[in-house]
């Protein structure tokens, strides 16, 4: 038993030692094509990458961008469809120019961001998300593609934390075994 418990303290603290320290994954996806109607949001066809482990690794992160004429969303598959009916013709659609509903300054969004040296910050959740582009009001489009860096940070979340002291206690435990 003694063993078990060395084996579960020295497990328990590297991941905790780990899982402080964390772990970055940096990247750009080059010649985002951009839509040149001003205001509305298009968004990605397929969801970004969920976090599967969102109980216990927080996964925070950045978007930033090489335009200023543009402002970067991230939603949800409900307001990803309210928006893609508008922008289709659907249900929604008459485009009412005072409404703020899937443009730039709608509050719906689960983060947004209109400046791209600043970027988009967003913690990473379960479920579908998607990631949208769209022409800010008033200004001329600066082009046709945009580039996009991304910086995804991963590290314990206090859950994580609480469930590894936990299994160092239960380590402690079993050392002290006959």
């Not at 060395?6 to 320290?21: D, F, N, P």
């Not at 300054?105 to 769209?134: L, M, P, Q, T």
């Amino acid at each position: 038993m003694k063993k078990i418990g060395y084996a579960l303290i020295l497990i328990s603290t590297l991941m905790l030692v780990g899982g402080t320290v964390g772990f970055t994954m940096e990247g750009t996806v080059d010649d985002v094509p951009t839509p040149n109607v001003q205001g509305l949001v298009f968004f990605a066809d397929d969801p970004l990458a969920g976090n599967a482990a969102a109980l216990l690794l927080n996964a925070d992160t950045t978007l930033t961008w090489d335009r200023d004429d543009i402002f970067v969303v991230i939603a949800d598959g409900g307001k990803k469809k309210q928006c893609d009916d508008m922008a289709n013709g659907g249900s929604l659609s008459g485009f009412d120019t005072t409404s703020k509903i899937c443009s730039y300054g709608d509050d719906g969004y689960a983060a947004s961001g209109d400046d791209g040296e600043e970027g988009v910050e967003w913690r990473v959740d379960s479920g579908e998300f998607y990631a949208g582009i769209g022409t800010k009001e008033g200004v001329l489009p600066e082009g046709t593609d945009l580039n996009i860096g991304y910086s995804i940070d991963i590290a314990l979340s206090a859950v994580g934390y609480l469930f590894l002291l936990l299994g160092e206690g239960a380590g402690f435990v079993l050392t002290r075994q006959d």
